[in-house]
């Protein structure tokens, strides 16, 4: 089993819609970020969470360490979202180390 | 500087030659990592360094792959006697501390092809 699982892996949608992307882990972490790659490979780091939720603009991420379970939630979706969406937990053993979500592909059509 | 530098951009290399590629962190940033995404893969964890402890090698794939960290700035990733599956783009990070208290940031990618 993966140690992180994303879903849905591919998701198409219409301008406007709100759109929710999970992320499960089975690894005990000490944080999680959501990365973004655009079309061009370019990676922003989104958001860095431990508990609770986070807003920014028309993002907001939600992590609940006793379920392990994350999501990112997009209202609002723009075409300028369409990117592949990353979800990265934090792993507590050993120094830092980053696992990774094959990510969602997420596609918003005007 | 403003961002993460890398060095190429992009580079081809025949099968069997060494190549290095290069990560210029933010200025203060104690923590670099280095990945790679071979195509239509997710991000794979190579290397990570945190100030002066020793590195975090345990995702290298192979001993013909190593990195140093000069001076707790630079890093330089090197790859010996590259075969076609080391094509990938190479990504590092840096981030102000350890990604478990700081965010961290991507520098553009050097996109490895291995002819």
């Known amino acids: 089993k993966n140690e992180v699982e994303q879903s849905p892996q591919n998701l198409t949608a219409q301008e406007g819609e709100f759109i929710t992307i999970n992320c499960s882990y089975s690894v005990g972490i000490s944080a999680l970020h959501w990365l973004q790659q655009h079309p061009g490979g370019g990676i922003v780091s989104l958001f860095m969470l431990s508990s609770g939720k986070k807003k920014h603009g028309r993002l907001i991420a939600t992590i609940n360490i006793q379920e392990k379970h994350s999501s990112l939630h997009i209202t609002a979706s723009h075409p300028r979202d369409s990117a592949v969406y990353i979800c990265t937990p934090s792993i507590i053993q050993g120094a830092q180390k980053l696992v990774f979500g094959q990510g969602t592909r997420l596609t918003i059509n005007p | 500087g403003a961002g993460v530098s890398q060095s190429p951009s992009n580079k081809v290399t025949e099968k069997g030659k060494d190549v290095e590629l290069r990560c210029d962190p933010i200025s203060g940033h104690t923590a670099l990592y280095w990945y790679r995404q071979s195509l239509g893969q997710g991000l794979e964890f190579l290397i990570y360094f945190q100030g002066n402890s020793a590195p975090d090698k345990s995702g290298l794939p192979s001993d013909r792959f190593s990195a140093e960290r000069t001076g707790g700035s630079v890093s330089t990733l090197t790859i010996q006697r590259t075969q076609q599956e080391d094509s990938a783009v190479y990504l590092c990070?840096?981030?102000?501390?350890?990604?478990?208290?700081?965010?961290?940031?991507f520098g553009s990618g050097t996109r490895l092809t291995v002819v």
């Open positions: 990070a840096s981030s102000l501390g350890g990604v478990t208290n700081y965010g961290y940031t």
